[in-house]
């Protein structure tokens, strides 16, 4: 019903800045909830952000905070992913996932929808 694609990922510096994208197509994501969820090497997915509906409405894993912020272009269909002051332990898979219920969440279970994922890469 709902396919997301990532984009944007890369190799970045530490101290870089690096903007992700999610397109979605299939229908409109304008009543979902969208986030951003990531992977490492050898760790449990970890939610990082995500944005209600609204767009009003945004969470964020602490460690990420001050740093990304999520936006969305209901317009689009798209979902942002703004990424600042990177750090070698931002690298990981990003995966764009997205959410009927159109409230913010982080248990990536809750999630109905998931794009296949894009490599970020922070080099010291």
């Known amino acids: 019903q709902v396919q997301l694609v990532e984009s944007g990922g890369g190799l970045v510096q530490a101290g870089g800045s690096l903007r992700l994208s999610c397109a979605a197509s299939?229908?409109?994501?304008?009543?979902?909830?969208m986030a951003w969820f990531r992977q490492a090497p050898g760790k449990e997915r970890e939610f990082v952000a995500a944005i209600s509906w609204s767009g009003r409405g945004t969470s964020y894993v602490d460690s990420v905070k001050g740093r990304f912020t999520i936006s969305r272009d209901n317009a689009k269909n798209t979902v942002y992913l703004q990424m600042s002051s990177l750090k070698p332990e931002d690298t990981a898979v990003y995966y764009c996932?997205?959410?009927?219920?159109?409230?913010?969440?982080?248990?990536?279970?809750?999630?109905?929808?998931w794009g296949q994922g894009t490599q970020v890469t922070v080099s010291s």
């Open positions: 996932a997205a959410d009927g219920r159109g409230v913010v969440s982080s248990p990536w279970d809750t999630y109905d929808y």
């Open positions: 299939g229908r409109a994501v304008s009543n979902y909830a």
